[in-house]
């Protein structure tokens, strides 16, 4: 037991080294594995001494059990033949061996029960070194996976100053001010540029500004009876006025019938004073 003892030890003593001067875990952990291993192939080897001391204990019990025999036998030979003195001498030799091989089978029980334990420990070993061998690999990718959150860590903290941030605004800003001052400058080409041709159209659909007057005209016509309703229509008659005033008021409406030139457009105030002097003749 003092092998493993001692193996302890020196295990015990190497992990704290390493684990002092160590920057690198993966590197600590291999290099507490490689230890392991060397100081079982020791401990194997001193197993090993041990059970060749036992073995050799054993084989010098069985020469001496070997020897009791023989010197049994031939004390049964000496007696046979009358020899008191040899059948004496060859007692003696076999109590002697057999004191030797008591105390060889007590040593070498002890030996092998002692070796018994060391196999055990040995086997306990191993076991160890092959168990440290897998925590090693989960530890190695627990400290793999807690370089790569810290190297996230740091990355995201990098990250966490907002220059770049800012920068990227600022340049959105700008292509966002560039494309209103485009879309300003397409505007104003298209304001004092000549119109579409869908501008062309509308101002032909809403046929002028004159076009409703002219309908309101043509109207006011009708209803006093000065020119003919459309078919399917009776004229209307208003109750005053002469064929002259209706006549003259023909020919106003076949001049009137053609837009007015900016010439013919009548000042509001002319307008009163020409509407007044008919009333006045009325």
Partial sequence: MSIFTKLSTVIKSNINDLIS???NPEKM?????LDMRDQLAKAKREVAAAIADER?????LDAE??????????????????????AKQALVRQQEHKERASTLDETWRTQAAEMEKLKGSLRQLNDKIEEAKRKRNLLVAKQRRAQAQRRIHETMSGLSNTSAFDAFERMADKVDEQERESLAHQEVNEALGPGTLEDDFKAL????????????????????????APEGEAPMQLESGDDDDAAGAADSAGSASSPPSEESVIHEATLIEELDKLETSD
Avoid: F, P, T, Y
């Fill in 21 to 23: 001067r160590s920057e």
């Fill in 29 to 33: 952990l291999n290099q507490i594995i």
């Fill in 56 to 60: 050799k204990l054993r084989a010098s």
């Fill in 65 to 86: 059990d070997k020897e009791v025999r023989q010197w049994e036998h031939r004390a049964v030979l000496a007696v046979k033949e009358g020899r008191d003195d040899m």
């Fill in 205 to 228: 659909e809403s046929g002028g500004d004159g076009g409703d007057v002219e309908d309101r005209l043509l109207s006011l016509k009708q209803e006093m009876g000065l020119i003919a």
